[in-house]
């Protein structure tokens, strides 16, 4: 933490030497300044193998494989958590969910600082658009944005909860480009969709409908929890097949889709999008059935739920696709190198803008609401996986080469024993380092019996 703030000490320093001296290239807005406008684009419950530039046989997203085209497509990054707050906390700061104490019903601590305060300092102007509940302004996330746009006049198909669908989302980030799209620019948008209930447009609903003859016929839980059958904040009217909610899946991607063209079309038009630095991934995925679990995220650390779409565009510089294991991790770092900034030391994540040839690990982590001791660790190193859950004491491995559905745990077999004990020993030796040195998780500030429900309803607060 300490490194962090020297950071942004020092270049306020350098910063007031360069006006001192009469030279403008630091300061917001002087059209002169060599670092690129960024753009960070997230998506919210997106699964990277649902989107045809990933190799999906579905027509989802068009619009995206244009951009991947232009631009480099990463097949493996992992996200640290299969929960919105817990990993867009790291992929803000490029630090773990435990260290930035953003765990189940906790906010982002004001001394963590973000990717949009030192960029602010650094003088980008800073604006986001949300359109998840969760992140509305008051919990920390609008830390370092200029512009905070949190409004959501949508609402959930089942839970009424706030939301703003991509269409408005878009919209409001349109705008802030046309007030803001000259000047030095940092944007984050989040788009809610596709995340449930799935509800794409009422034109989208039958395209992706197969008849599958060999669709599951499942059952509703009365919970938000996914295991064995459907949460009852996914259920769509008497629709009880498996091939059903997955089509409609895909349609919300293809809306999204739709809407992400919108963007990219203004940026074009305002000679930004060959010039930019744009950032597109998801905060987590979402399971469609794999280990019995259905549309949900959050309880498991499977591939399904953190292995996340990454694509980055730095002008010409970045194209092609990418194997080796990346992480949200990588984002902090690699902006940094981009515009010359010293990279803190206790960073976990590399600059990727070339490929990384060194042994990695990499960490993610669950706060599940529906278990006493609903905590889980993975860590991925040298295409092995180590699952470890405290409520049953259990450990699960994968080798994600032969067996990248993690279909088969090798924690029996004898000749995986001494493989399992070291990646146990790096796995909770993880768990318990505190780069940030933080000591408590804080709550959100002055929550309302009915922000309390709505989160509740959500599944982020018991």
């Known amino acids: 933490m300490q490194s962090l703030l020297s950071i942004r000490n020092m270049l306020s320093v350098v910063m007031t030497i360069f006006v001192c001296a009469g030279i403008t290239a630091f300061q917001p807005g002087c059209g002169v300044s060599k670092d690129p406008s960024i753009f960070l684009i997230t998506v919210d419950t ?41 990993s867009l906390a790291s992929l803000m700061t490029g630090f773990l969910p435990h260290e930035t104490k953003v765990l189940q019903g906790s906010m ?13 300092t650094r003088g980008y102007r800073t604006a986001a658009v949300v359109s998840n509940y969760v992140l509305r302004r008051n919990g920390g996330w609008e830390q370092g944005f200029e512009i905070y746009d949190d409004t959501m006049n949508d609402l959930e ?61 499942l059952a509703v839980n009365y919970s938000l929890s996914g295991k064995e059958g459907i949460p009852f904040y996914q259920v769509l009217g008497e629709q009880r097949e498996q091939s059903y909610y997955i089509s ?53 650390l499977y591939a399904n739920q953190i292995h996340v779409p990454l694509i980055i565009k730095h002008g010409n510089k970045l194209t092609g696709r990418r194997m080796d294991i990346v992480q949200h991790l990588d984002v902090v770092p ?30 993610s982590e669950m706060r599940s609401m529906f278990e006493k001791e609903g905590v889980g660790y993975s860590l991925v190193r040298d295409g092995l996986k180590l699952i470890y859950t405290r409520a049953q004491e259990r450990y699960e491995l994968y080798d994600l080469v032969e067996d990248p559905d993690e279909t088969r745990d090798l ?12 990646l146990s020993v790096r796995l909770h030796r993880i768990s318990e380092e505190e780069f940030l040195g933080l000591k408590a998780a804080p709550m959100h500030r002055n929550l309302t019996d009915e922000e309390k429900n709505k989160l509740r309803s959500l599944g982020y607060i018991e």
């Open 157 to 217: 198909l089942v839970r009424r909860c706030p939301e703003r669908v991509a269409e408005h989302t878009t919209n409001r980030a349109i705008e802030l480009l046309d007030e803001l799209g000259r000047e030095q620019l940092f944007l984050w948008v989040h788009y809610q969709d596709p995340h449930g209930p799935y509800s794409p447009p009422e034109r989208l609903r039958q395209k992706f409908l197969t008849g599958d003859s060999v669709s599951r016929r």
């Open 411 to 422: 924690t029996k077999e004898e000749e995986y024993k001494e493989v399992l004990q070291d």
């Open 334 to 363: 690699t902006v940094w190198q981009i515009l010359g900034l010293p990279v803190d030391g206790k960073l976990r994540g590399r600059d990727i803008r070339h490929p990384i040839t060194e042994e990695r690990e990499i960490f």
């Open 248 to 300: 409609q899946y895909d349609a919300e991607i293809r809306y999204q889709d739709e809407q992400l063209k919108r963007l990219f079309d203004v940026m074009k038009e305002k000679g930004l999008y060959e010039t930019s630095l744009i950032i597109f991934t998801a905060d987590h995925g979402e399971s469609m059935g794999e280990h019995d679990y259905y549309f949900a995220h959050g309880e498991y």
């Open 46 to 86: 997106l699964r990277h193998d649902h989107l045809s530039c990933y190799g999906y046989d579905r027509d989802t997203s068009p619009h995206l494989n244009n951009f991947a085209g232009e631009a480099m497509l990463f097949e493996n990054c992992l996200a640290h958590a299969p929960d919105t707050r817990m």
């Open 108 to 120: 982002l601590p004001p001394s963590v600082e973000t990717l949009a305060e030192i960029l602010q």
